[in-house]
């Protein structure tokens, strides 16, 4: 199995605390944050560049991917509570 980065298991363990509407926001950031990693990929377009204290920061394409997954399923049991 992979390692992750501080930053993903950072990003994991804060999920159990946050409420449908930060889990929600959070799917919409890493939305964001993979069709930016795939302009970067496709036209060159440079990434754009996250400060320390965003929640993604220092996460890679693959990363952010997985955590959208864990964090859909997550938010639909959430909002089956």
Do not use: W
Request: with cysteine; aromatic share 6%; hydrophobic share 30%.
């Amino acid at each position: 199995m992979e390692k992750k980065s501080k930053f993903f298991e950072s990003v994991l363990k804060s999920l159990e605390s946050k409420g449908p509407k930060q889990m929600r926001t959070l799917r919409n950031q890493l939305n964001n944050r993979i069709s930016s990693f795939q302009d970067e990929l496709k036209f060159g377009k440079k990434l754009p560049a996250i400060s320390e204290s965003h929640a993604l920061y220092g996460l890679t394409l693959k990363e952010c991917k997985e955590l959208l997954e864990i964090s859909k399923r997550e938010l639909k049991s959430k909002d089956e509570e």
